[in-house]
Nanobody, 127 residues
Framework: QVQLVQSGGGSVQAGGSLTLSCLVS????????MGWFRQASGKDREFVAT????????YYAESVEERFIIYRDFAKNSVDLQMNSVQPEAAADYFC????????????????????WGEGTQVTVSS
């Protein structure tokens, strides 16, 4: 079992920065990939970013590329999402996720392939 505990949500001004954290514990040796997804009110959950647990290869949704950074903080044993130049459309509930099977890159964009999830944290954007 893998446990994911999220922190760091809240309100951010448009154009500002916010970092979300996902504390990872349990059978971390089974983890292959970590991901961040978001779900705005009335919309489907969408992919934001993913990173290999080991090796750190990262992929981003086009809407956040070059503004958001997913990274592993080894000191905290967390996978964080640094959000820069946040735009109003980024307002959503954000979820971190872990998956423990070997997947092709194409699968990592899809929430259905992740088998462990954090509880979610809300991000609001003020203009």
């Amino acid at each position: 079992q893998v446990q994911l505990v999220q922190s760091g949500g809240g309100s951010v001004q448009a154009g500002g920065s916010l970092t979300l954290s996902c504390l990872v514990s349990g059978r971390t040796d089974n983890i292959q990939d970590m991901g961040w997804f978001r779900q705005a009110s009335g919309k489907d959950r969408e992919f934001v970013a993913t990173s290999k647990w080991i090796g750190g290869k990262r992929y981003y949704a086009e809407s956040v590329e070059e503004r958001f950074i997913i990274y592993r903080d080894f000191a905290k044993n967390s996978v964080d999402l640094q959000m820069n130049s946040v735009q109003p459309e980024a307002a959503a509930d954000y979820f971190c996720a872990a998956q423990t099977a070997l997947r092709t890159t194409a699968h990592l964009w899809m929430a259905v392939y992740y088998n462990y999830w954090g509880e979610g944290t809300q991000v609001t954007v003020s203009s």
